[in-house]
């Protein structure tokens, strides 16, 4: 059965480029109730620990690096069939790839800077949503 969490992080980039404020739009207009979120910034050890899953390939460094050059809005979002749904919406990774209207395609600027996170799986959805909201902080 599908989860009805993802999590999202809206990237330095698009937070640097105002663009929080649209992409939050797209999300409630998708459908998604914002179960949570915050303005934060990733320092170098949260970052690692976030994506250390990525940490023996090439682009791991680079990704530390771009994560924590600026604020982060990170946010829980509820729907049915949350992760996938969540993907359709945000893109391929590769802007250049995705599908028109979706978040990558109208703010993401390569690959690399694409604007925002989404979960991949029901089970790192959970564990990401943990690693940036306590139970408290999520309505």
């Known amino acids: 059965m599908a989860s ?3 999590l999202t992080m809206i990237k330095p980039d ?3 480029a105002g663009n929080s404020g649209k992409i939050i ?3 409630i207009q998708s459908g998604f109730k914002i179960q949570a979120m915050k303005l934060t910034r990733l320092s170098k050890e949260k970052a690692e620990e976030f994506y250390a899953v990525h940490k023996e390939r090439g682009f791991f460094g ?3 690096k771009f994560m924590t050059e600026g604020p ?3 946010a829980v979002l509820e729907k049915d069939n949350a992760v996938e749904d969540f993907r359709k ?3 391929a990774t590769n802007p250049a790839n995705a599908a028109e209207g979706t978040i990558r395609k109208l703010y993401a600027t390569d690959i690399e800077r ?3 996170h989404g979960s991949d799986s029901d089970e790192n959805a959970a564990i990401e949503a943990s690693f940036h909201f306590a139970g408290v902080e999520r309505f």
Do not use: P
């Open 25 to 27: 739009d797209l999300i």
């Open 62 to 64: 680079d990704l530390v």
């Open 4 to 6: 009805n969490i993802t």
């Open 72 to 74: 982060i809005v990170a």
């Open 14 to 16: 698009a937070v640097a």
């Open 89 to 91: 919406l945000i893109g």
């Open 114 to 116: 694409n604007a925002v």
